[in-house]
């Protein structure tokens, strides 16, 4: 079946540390692979998405690479910042699109100045 | 433009009484998917529906649990004779088609069963 396996939190950084939470997956086919951010009281929003093999997403400095040969999509950011304390989500759609995602369990970062 | 907008935020519910969860997709939207969130847990999906139509409902629990997408107005998540197990935060999400990438998310309803 498919599933998502991300590091366990919570996190806990300094301003300006380098953060890296990791994600793995296992699904069949062609997936696509997602980072959501979950800021307190609000709902999820998609930080970045790779479609294929390879694919790297980007979005507010943060970067996963899609990488097919070990089955991960691991977060990385070189510098945070407070603003970014959240709870972050890896997920995969099985049929790449936007339907029946499936999430991990999720990873509260949090960054203190 | 608003985004996908869930009501009520909060609800508590004594048990054995109905929950009725409310989802108005984004302008333009009309697949929509809930899912549930469980203390400590990741979302887990329920079900997708389209307008007037479900598509897809494998992850919904086979009694008390419903949903429906009407032609016109919300979709509504429907929970009757609530259980403590209940308690979770739902969210619903919208996208145009499924094949578009991107889903956007309500804030959620956070159900609480006393």
């Known amino acids: 079946g498919n599933s998502v396996t991300q590091m366990e939190g919570p996190v806990t950084l300094s301003e300006e540390a380098f953060l890296t939470i990791n994600c793995t997956y296992t699904?069949?086919?062609?997936?696509?692979l997602f980072w959501y951010v979950q800021y307190p009281g609000e709902g999820l929003q998609l930080l970045l998405k790779?479609?294929?093999?390879?694919d790297k997403g980007s979005n507010k400095g943060f970067e996963a690479t899609y990488r097919k040969e070990t089955t991960s999509f691991h977060l990385e950011k070189g510098s945070v910042q407070v603003s970014d304390s959240a709870v972050y989500f890896c997920?995969?759609?099985?049929?790449?699109?936007?339907?029946?995602?499936?999430f991990g369990k999720g990873t509260k970062l949090t960054v203190n100045p | 433009n608003a985004g996908v907008m869930q009501n009520p935020r909060h609800l508590v519910r004594r048990r054995g009484q109905e929950a009725r969860l409310r989802c108005s997709p984004m302008?333009?939207?009309?697949?929509v998917y809930w899912y549930r969130q469980l203390p400590e847990e990741g979302l887990k999906f329920m079900v997708y529906?389209?307008?007037?139509?479900?598509?897809?409902e494998s992850g919904m629990p086979k009694e008390r649990f419903s949903a429906e997408f009407p032609k016109e107005g919300p979709s509504i998540l429907r929970i009757q004779q609530v259980v403590r197990g209940d308690s979770a935060a739902y969210f619903c999400?919208?996208?145009?088609?499924?094949?578009?990438?991107?889903?956007?998310f309500g804030q959620g309803t956070r159900l609480t069963v006393v």
């Open positions: 302008k333009g939207h009309s697949h």
């Open positions: 790779a479609t294929k093999a390879d």
């Open positions: 997920a995969l759609s099985p049929k790449g699109g936007s339907e029946k995602l499936v």
């Open positions: 999400a919208s996208s145009p088609s499924s094949e578009n990438t991107e889903a956007f």
């Open positions: 529906l389209q307008k007037e139509n479900i598509i897809d």
């Open positions: 699904a069949t086919g062609y997936p696509s």
